[in-house]
């Protein structure tokens, strides 16, 4: 079982910056984001191979966000700059055992309570 908490989320302006951090209880495979906005479905963002480092974002986050770890923390961080009004959402760090990196909520074995990015002027 891997407990992931969150924290980081908050209400900000359209270009402002905020950082997420999400720790695990123990070391996962892998580790991503999602966000759901309201009446969508829930999106992947980005993820992270635990053991290479490997990371893989979404089109609509390139450029923008950014995902990195710290392994002696168990943590990864999801660094999103320039935030636009469409990045409101409830956003969901994941962890699956597996070594390769998941895009698919539904891959995803073990999720944490989620925590909100509003941007808005």
């Known amino acids: 079982q891997v407990r992931l908490v969150e924290s980081g989320g908050g209400l900000v302006r359209p270009g402002d910056s905020l950082r997420l951090s999400c720790t695990a209880s123990?070391?996962?495979?892998?580790m991503g984001w999602f966000r759901q906005a309201p009446g969508k479905e829930r999106e992947f963002v980005a993820a992270i191979s635990w053991g290479t480092g490997y990371t893989r974002h979404a089109d609509s986050v390139k450029g923008r966000f950014t995902l990195s770890r710290d392994n002696a923390k168990n943590t990864v961080y999801l660094q999103m700059n320039s935030l636009k009004p469409e990045d409101t959402a409830v956003y969901y760090c994941?962890?699956?055992?597996?070594?390769?990196?998941?895009?698919?909520?539904?891959?995803?074995?073990?999720w944490g309570q989620g925590t909100q990015v509003t941007v808005s002027s």
């Open positions: 123990v070391s996962a495979g892998n």
């Open positions: 994941a962890a699956d055992a597996s070594i390769w990196i998941r895009t698919i909520a539904s891959e995803y074995s073990y």
